[in-house]
């Protein structure tokens, strides 16, 4: 894999006590950022070649859904491809595909790997892998339709690759739980267990309706640590919040700790107002353990992209003071 490279970094803001604080020139990514698109969000990003590069959700004036590649030196300044990725065949030959939306990005092994919502007949989750970002080879989709955030682990569990992921149906999902599945290959996908539901209202209201998985699991001491969205369906439609959970590292259908409280929500007006208000949704994570540093960028009211920063041991620790 690459070297190690600075990941984008605002200290906190004097006088703030929250455990994650947002990036003070956000968003990062403006809807318009490249001439066709309405908007930019839910997108993700990994080290890469001394920068980042990273796959972003490109919705354009027709509203139509597609995954753009993009370039940073700092993970906070991108060019964006003016068009989308053009797929060659990787393990399967080529699947059609009516929209490729929300993608997240992993190193394992000796590639990138990308997963996305999949318009094949329905939301699935799309396969792919690339080694350079420039010639992206789809595989077989994981699973049928109807299916969204697929988030690959980024090395294998007992010997095979892992990936989580919230079946749906083939609306706005009025419901919906996180499951694991394994794979021996990326292209023959089983062992389905439930990870986590959605919480009792009188418990945790912010995520009574629906969860699912957001950036690419960090391992840590204590085993997984994921930020995941939960939702509440509220007087005026959903709204979508940020929080965290550790997951066992060698079972991770055990839920170790998980947020009762959000550690994120929307709150500021790029977040509250958009294409679909009150939206903060998490994709990509960067770490910096020996700083003790984690980036969060997030996708905020399914309009701009932006970036959360928060140290690594306080959020692990506020995850454990916080469990339910």
Not at 66 to 74: E, L
Not at 90 to 103: F, L, V
Not at 120 to 142: L, M, R, S, V
């Amino acid at each position: 894999m690459t070297n190690k490279v600075q990941i984008p970094w605002q200290d906190r803001p004097e006088g703030c006590n929250d455990v994650m604080w947002r990036y003070e020139e956000n968003p990062v990514i403006g809807r318009y950022h490249i001439p066709t698109s309405n908007s930019i969000f839910n997108s993700a990003v990994v080290p890469f070649e001394g920068g980042y590069a990273g796959v972003f959700r490109c919705d354009n004036k027709a509203v139509q859904m597609n995954i753009f590649t993009g370039f940073s030196k700092d993970g906070i300044n991108w060019d964006i491809n003016h068009e989308p990725i053009e797929f060659v065949a990787g393990n399967t030959e080529m699947i059609e595909s009516e929209y490729k939306y929300d993608p997240r990005v992993t190193w394992i092994e000796d590639r990138y790997w990308i997963t996305w919502c999949n318009g094949y007949h329905g939301p699935t989750i799309g396969i792919a892998y690339t080694f350079d970002f420039k010639t992206f080879h789809q595989c077989e989709n994981a699973f049928l339709p109807f299916n969204r955030n697929g988030v690959l682990f980024p090395e294998k569990i007992d010997g095979k690759y892992a990936m989580l992921s919230r079946p749906s149906d083939n609306g706005h999902t009025p419901f919906g739980d996180i499951y694991i599945s394994y794979s021996p290959d990326m292209k023959y996908w089983g062992e389905h267990r439930c990870v986590m539901k959605v919480t009792p209202f009188e418990k945790s209201a912010w995520q009574c309706t629906k969860i699912g998985a957001g950036s690419v699991p960090i391992l840590i001491d204590e085993g997984w640590l994921m930020f995941y969205h939960g939702v509440i369906t509220t007087c005026s439609g959903f709204r979508y919040s940020m929080g965290t959970a550790i997951l066992d590292k060698e079972d991770p259908t055990k839920v170790l700790y998980r947020s009762q409280p959000y550690i994120l929500a929307p709150s500021t007006q790029y977040e509250l107002t958009g294409d679909v208000p009150n939206v903060v949704f998490p994709c990509a994570a960067l770490v910096d353990k020996e700083e003790d540093k984690v980036s969060v960028y997030y996708g905020a009211a399914d309009t701009v992209v932006g970036l959360a920063f928060g140290k690594l041991s306080e959020v692990i620790q506020w995850t454990k003071e916080n469990s339910l």
